[in-house]
């Protein structure tokens, strides 16, 4: 029986580390509750900022606080105790247990927290004046939900804002109250406007980068310089991914280690498989074969549009849903966006100087053309005929006068 080769060893390792990575993966996802998953409505981007300011009475080993962006509004319940959420007409909305969480159904918020714009239909019988009918949503104590009193809802600007467009505004203070059993809570915070930044610095970052970049696929990919641009442009491709899965990571961060791994295959799917695409890409460019131009190109190109462009609203707003200041998370798309195009525009270049260099490729009119490749046939040497190779003394080699030269 043949023993397998090292290259079959090395498939089956992988196979056997990605089945590893697959099964871990979906016990992540699996064990996730609604309140630890990252929500696919979360904009890109906002410029009202809501924060969380006091919880009063404060209450040991309760917590909360503003998440994705200002989307949503977070509650820890590790009290022991359960603590209920109001809703917009006083009645019970939410139930924070110690062994998970209950919406009620009968209330109004249920169904208008479900999406960002609050514009579900309310079903029938809904009525926050009825008893409360709880049904269960969550196993852990801890809910994330939409809560249209911690964020502006018109799309219009406030009259303050549109009459100053180019200064921070507190738009107002809210409160959301809480209930620990008989004892009333209240949280709250404020909302502010701060006016966006200026795109043009951002954008001219990532468009000249990407010309810099660019620019090295004119050197010979075949001479010493070309090689070791080579190895340049497999380099970036591995910081272009990793700035791309930086940010996909960085969307999902507040919602923990679970969250962050849900998001990279929900809301940030494009920005993780092309952040993956780019690190392969520039791990087979480093192999020096032919095609890793032709993978730069296209990892390149999908790394600018799909994670740069698609996310280029960081560029426009004063708040970003990343877990640190904006300024970051506008440096790495405009690295994506410098990296991304300068590989595309470099490996296209390279591609057209191979083509060139070897003849392959479309012909203008004025192009030069290949040479044609003659071929010939020998043909078999005649017998020497006896009587021309004596002669017939007329010093014609055999022929007389009168006879045409014949070409063998």
């Known amino acids: 029986m043949t023993r397998p080769g090292p290259g079959c060893r090395r498939l089956g390792g992988l ?19 609604p309140a630890a998953a990252h929500a696919a409505d979360t904009p890109d981007g906002t410029d009202y900022r809501a924060e969380v300011t006091s919880v009063t009475p404060a209450l ?33 909305y939410l139930e924070i247990r110690p062994d998970g969480v209950y919406e009620n159904t009968a209330s109004p918020a249920t169904y208008l927290n479900r999406t960002l714009a609050g ?34 809802l ?49 954008w001219s970052m990532g468009l000249l980068g990407a010309l810099a970049i660019g620019a090295l696929g004119v050197l010979p990919r075949n001479s010493r310089p070309g090689r070791r641009i080579t190895v340049a442009l497999a380099v970036l ?27 990279l295959v929900t809301g940030q799917l494009w920005p993780t498989l092309t952040g993956a695409g780019a690190l392969a890409a520039g791990a087979y460019a480093l192999t020096r074969r032919p095609s890793g131009d032709f993978a730069l190109a296209l990892a390149g190109t999908c790394l ?17 849903p990343v877990p640190w200041p904006a300024v970051w998370a506008r440096v790495l798309i405009a690295t994506v966006i410098a990296v991304g195009g300068g590989l595309a525009v470099a490996g296209i270049l390279r591609l057209r100087a191979t083509g060139r260099s070897s003849g392959v490729g479309p012909a203008g009119p004025g192009a030069p053309r290949r040479p044609t490749r003659r071929w010939s046939v020998a043909l078999p040497a005649e017998e020497p005929d006896p009587t021309a190779a004596a002669g017939n003394g007329n010093g014609n080699g055999g022929r007389y006068a009168d006879e045409p030269a014949v070409s063998g």
């Open 15 to 33: 196979a056997r580390a990605g089945i590893a990575l697959a099964v871990g993966l979906v016990g992540v996802f699996g064990s996730a509750t």
């Open 60 to 92: 040991p080993g309760l917590r909360v606080r503003v998440v994705e962006g200002g989307a949503r509004l977070e509650l820890e319940n590790r009290t022991g105790r359960t603590v209920e959420v109001l809703g917009y007409a006083g009645e019970p």
């Open 119 to 152: 514009d579900t239909p309310l079903p029938a019988g809904t009525d926050p004046t009825r008893p409360p009918s709880w049904r269960r949503v969550g196993t852990e104590p801890v809910v994330r939900w939409h809560d249209q009193r911690s964020r502006w």
């Open 154 to 202: 018109e799309e219009s600007p406030p009259p303050q804002v549109t009459a100053a467009p180019d200064r921070p505004h507190r738009v107002r203070d809210w409160v959301v109250p809480l209930r620990d059993g008989l004892h009333p809570i209240e949280v709250r915070g404020t909302l502010d406007w701060l006016p966006p930044p200026d795109p043009l610095p951002w």
């Open 237 to 263: 491709a591995v910081v272009g991914g990793v700035a791309a899965l930086g940010f996909a990571l960085a969307r999902g961060a507040d919602a923990g280690f679970g969250g962050m791994l849900l998001g």
């Open 304 to 320: 600018a549009l799909f994670t740069g462009v698609t996310n280029a609203a960081v560029f426009v707003r004063s708040v970003v």
